[in-house]
């Protein structure tokens, strides 16, 4: 009944775009913070980015700053992540991960996040 999908993920060129879709069922992703994560194969887990639910304020990793913007979409019940300027270190697997609680936090700690999606490939390379 509950689930989250990423989606729009692909191979991009770098200086490229993509911009990735958390889609939610079960539930709304208006009352949670969610955020976006990523991780490289034999890299940890890091996250990107992070849109509170109460007020919409956001934050973003320093790796992401100027190039991607998370926003929300209470209609499609969507959490979406537009990647600018993609770069090859960007390739990585994003996920979408629901916070426990409204608010975000600049440390994503990933045991904070109580649901996650499974996550969808970003390919950057010529």
């Known amino acids: 009944q509950v689930q989250l999908v990423e989606s729009g993920g692909g191979l991009v060129q770098p200086g490229g775009s993509l911009r990735l879709s958390c889609a939610a069922s079960g539930f709304s992703l208006g009352y949670f913070a969610i955020g976006w994560f990523r991780q490289a194969p034999g890299k940890e887990r890091e996250g990107a980015s992070c849109?509170?639910?109460?007020?919409?304020?956001?934050d973003y990793a320093d790796f992401v700053k100027g190039r991607f913007t998370i926003s929300r979409d209470n209609v499609k019940n969507t959490i979406d992540l537009q990647m600018n300027n993609l770069k090859p270190e960007d390739t990585a697997v994003y996920y979408c991960?629901?916070?426990?609680?409204?608010?975000?936090?600049?440390?994503?700690?990933?045991?904070?996040?109580?649901?996650w999606g499974q996550g969808t490939q970003v390919t950057v390379s010529s």
């Open positions: 849109i509170s639910s109460r007020d919409g304020t956001t």
């Open positions: 991960a629901v916070r426990r609680g409204q608010y975000c936090s600049d440390t994503y700690i990933p045991d904070e996040y109580t649901y």
